[in-house]
């Protein structure tokens, strides 16, 4: 475009979105291109410093309630978008805009405005016994791809798009050139994932680690093997709510059972925060078990005390845990420890006080 118009006012935003896609280097662009082909329905011919923020807070509650063509068409009833996909869609939005912010088109997003909505963050992971369900449905050239995924952590695109020049078997690393991050990563191998490699005849036939069986010089295509592969093995196995990123969730949390630290998943992982991790924080044997017996009062007045017996959590004064004993109930008025013999008679219960109104106290042996 000539300078003039990329520095004039009047640009829609259908117009500016198709620059944006035009320069965009992002490896989602599958995404991008989605959400932009939505927002020019939308919006696309409004002027960028004539979108307000009343008409987008509409919008959004417009999306909330949704109604899709696939569910009008069958009389099904509305169902809304999902919280984080409407959140996609503002956040694409958000960010073309900023860009024209820093192009001179636009004094204030619009977008800053808007409250995105809360999204409910779940963890889904593999169980054993559904790893072993999946193992004993798919064909073994099938299920060696969903452990190489637990082995490595790949995401789904990273492992079928894998090359073996990115594969060092020597020194037992994967590079990964600009993954999701966008930062070369390198990943390590575990032994389970070199057997796989070594016993994959990919190696003299195609550059592919994965290559297609029907296209020559192409990798194996990732939404087909989704689609004839693995959520039919899904189905038949009764797993639900899982899909190809599960399996890197699975890898995670294995590890994370297993012991290992949150930083060292962090790396393996190729997450860029460590807040991203976290989310696994809750399975760790060790993560907060340790964390709270450090600056313990006890632990302190241990160090200063070796031979300090340990403390018990509820004194008592008779040797079995469930027996009721209550000082004064055998007569004695000396204060002593002598045990002398109770009546038959004479029941724990008959000495319980109920203050008024509390519901009446009842004896448990629950733990």
Request: hydrophobic share 35%; proline share 7%; net charge positive.
């Amino acid at each position: 475009f000539p300078e003039q118009f990329a520095k004039a006012k009047d640009i829609t935003l259908s117009a500016w979105i198709l620059r944006c896609l035009e320069g965009s280097a992002n490896r989602g662009t599958v995404n991008e291109r989605r959400y932009a082909r939505r927002w020019r329905l939308l919006l696309g011919n409004r002027l960028l410093p004539a979108i307000t923020l009343e008409e987008l807070r509409r919008i959004q509650t417009v999306m909330k309630a949704r109604r899709s063509k696939l569910q009008a068409r069958h009389g099904q009833e509305p169902r809304a978008w999902a919280p984080g996909t409407i959140n996609r869609h503002f956040g694409y939005l958000r960010h073309v805009l900023n860009l024209a912010i820093k192009d001179g088109l636009l004094d204030r997003n619009p977008v800053s405005g808007v409250k995105f909505l809360a999204e409910a963050t779940t963890t889904r992971f593999l169980t054993d016994t559904e790893l072993e369900s999946l193992r004993r449905i798919m064909a073994p050239e099938h299920w060696q791809l969903v452990v190489f995924s637990i082995e490595t952590g790949l995401r789904r695109e990273e492992q079928f798009n894998l090359q073996w020049n990115q594969v060092d078997m020597e020194n037992g690393i994967l590079t990964i050139p600009l993954p999701k991050g966008g930062r070369t990563r390198h990943v390590p191998l575990s032994e389970g994932a070199k057997a796989i490699l070594r016993a994959l005849p990919s190696f003299l036939e195609s550059g592919w680690v994965f290559p297609s069986r029907t296209t020559l010089g192409k990798p194996l295509d990732s939404r087909n093997y989704m689609r004839r592969i693995y959520k039919p093995a899904l189905q038949k196995a009764g797993i639900v709510g899982a899909c190809w990123h599960t399996l890197r969730h699975t890898a995670a949390s294995r590890r994370i059972m297993s012991g290992v630290d949150l930083v060292s998943v962090k790396s393996l992982l190729g997450h860029r925060n460590i807040e991203t991790t976290m989310r696994y924080s809750h399975l760790s044997p060790n993560h907060l078990r340790q964390a709270v017996n450090r600056g313990s009062l006890d632990e302190h007045l241990r160090s200063i005390n070796p031979h300090m017996p340990p403390a018990e959590p509820f004194p008592r004064l008779g040797g079995d845990p469930y027996q009721l004993d209550f000082e004064g109930t055998t007569g004695s008025k000396t204060g002593s420890n002598t045990e002398e013999p109770r009546g038959e008679d004479i029941q724990p219960i008959d000495y319980m006080v109920r203050p008024a109104g509390i519901e009446p106290a009842t004896l448990s042996l629950e733990g």
